[in-house]
């Protein structure tokens, strides 16, 4: 069976601060794995994914994630917060081919001046 | 290209009544998911369609069903609303719902309120 642990429900940096939010997964097979943000109101964006390619993952607004299979993590990272990235982030296990999405419980990022 | 487009946005109803909430998928987008989104459960999944066919489906009770359309457009039922399906409900599509062809296009969502 698939799941994602979020490690912290709220984290709290300075505008201009890295930002670290951390995710670990469990998958009986190689998974595929995502970061969405989510601001108030809305629906979900996606920064970035992971399938199996470079480990390395680069997306959207300076984040980046690391797989990590011996760690089983997938921490989302930026050097820089901005007041924009406020918002709640989730992270994603992909549950086989069909596509559904299994969902950690989200961490809230504040961003202060 | 337009994106994903939910309708309503927000919905008050009573308990006991139904409700029908609509997704428009991407164009030439064929599988469309729905997801609710609550405080306590966070975002659970239930159900996919592709091609008018219900592929996947959720650990949700019998009085949570959908449909999909020729054009791909979803609809999502709600029968005899209880107070604990007071939510966001999400739609997201994507091409054909294989990890390969990932991600999912999330629309805004459907509030809905139960009195």
């Known amino acids: 069976a698939q799941s994602v642990t979020q490690l912290d429900s709220h984290v709290s940096v300075s505008e201009g601060t890295p930002v670290l939010l951390r995710c670990n997964y469990s998958s009986s097979y190689s998974p595929s794995l995502f970061w969405y943000v989510q601001h108030p109101n809305k629906g979900l964006q996606l920064l970035l994914k992971?399938?199996?390619?470079?480990?390395l993952v680069k997306g959207i607004n300076g984040f980046e994630a690391e797989f990590k299979k011996s760690e089983t993590s997938f921490h989302l990272t930026k050097p820089s917060a901005h007041m924009s990235d406020a918002a709640e982030y989730f992270c994603v296990v992909s549950r086989g081919s069909q596509g559904n999405l299994i969902f950690g419980k989200g961490t809230k990022l504040s961003v202060k001046p | 290209k337009a994106g994903v487009t939910q309708t309503p946005r927000y919905l008050i109803k009573t308990r006991g009544q139904q409700v029908t909430l609509s997704c428009s998928p991407i164009?030439?987008?064929?599988?469309v998911s729905w997801y609710q989104q609550t405080p306590g459960q966070g975002l659970q999944f239930l159900f996919e369609?592709?091609?008018?066919?219900?592929?996947n489906k959720g650990n949700f009770p019998g009085r949570f069903s959908g449909r999909q359309f020729s054009n791909s457009r979803s609809e999502m039922n709600v029968s005899t609303l209880e107070l604990g399906d007071s939510a966001l409900y999400l739609c997201?599509?994507?091409?054909?719902?294989?990890?390969?062809?990932?991600?999912?296009?999330f629309g805004d969502g459907t509030r809905l309120s139960i009195l």
């Open positions: 164009s030439g987008h064929r599988s």
């Open positions: 997201a599509s994507s091409l054909d719902g294989t990890v390969l062809n990932q991600p999912q296009h």
């Open positions: 992971y399938t199996s390619a470079a480990t």
């Open positions: 369609y592709f091609s008018e066919t219900q592929r």
